[in-house]
């Protein structure tokens, strides 16, 4: 399924810090910044890695409150963040269709498995990490009205985070946290 270098490799996928857009319950734009708490959620984030996982390799989604995640983790780890679009959201303009933004979450899937790192961190967004955890839990994508009902049951607060692991072709999720994590979340 999906063929990694290492025998084992840890990913966790983070959601982005809070923006001024997730206090208002509105719809982001592309270029919005983090908020100044939600710079502070990311902060706290990144200190719970330090010395108790590894990270040698971060990249984000190519909007910036991914960004602004990944490098302020980036620069408390040691890490240089490396941002793709294939880890956006889900284009709303044109709205991107159902089955690309699938595709693209098992192409970035397969991206991460050959990357040679053993502890990766991908910022992302809650719809297109979930797409992810979905694909992990079962080896392939819901139609759009289940993932519709999933990505609404299942919440993934400002700096979520899902740790999957990579291992003889298989992805085993780990732990899910739907809020801030600390020590004892790793």
């Not at 996928?13 to 997730?22: I, K, Q, V």
């Not at 960004?67 to 959201?89: D, L, Q, R, S, Y």
């Not at 299942?154 to 999957?164: A, C, F, P």
Request: proline share 2%; charged share 20%.
């Amino acid at each position: 399924m999906y063929t990694s270098k290492h025998k084992y490799k840890h990913v966790y996928l983070m959601r982005h810090g809070e923006t001024f857009s997730n206090i208002r319950n509105a719809e982001p734009s592309t270029s919005e910044s983090l908020s100044i708490n939600g710079v502070r959620q990311v902060q706290q984030a990144a200190r719970a890695f330090v010395g108790i996982e590894k990270i040698d390799c971060i990249m984000s989604s190519a909007l910036v409150r991914s960004i602004e995640t990944a490098t302020i983790i980036g620069e408390i780890c040691g890490v240089k963040n490396v941002p793709n679009t294939m880890f956006n959201e889900r284009e709303l303009s044109p709205l991107e269709s159902y089955s690309v933004f699938k595709r693209r979450a098992h192409d970035a899937l397969r991206f991460i498995a050959v990357i040679n790192s053993q502890c990766i961190l991908v910022c992302s967004h809650a719809a297109f990490i979930k797409q992810m955890l979905w694909i992990a839990l079962h080896g392939t994508s819901p139609n759009e009205e289940v993932f519709k009902h999933f990505n609404t049951i299942y919440g993934l607060q400002n700096t979520g985070v899902i740790h999957l692991c990579f291992h003889n072709n298989w992805i085993d999720v780990l732990q899910y946290k739907n809020v801030l994590f600390t020590k004892d979340f790793l």
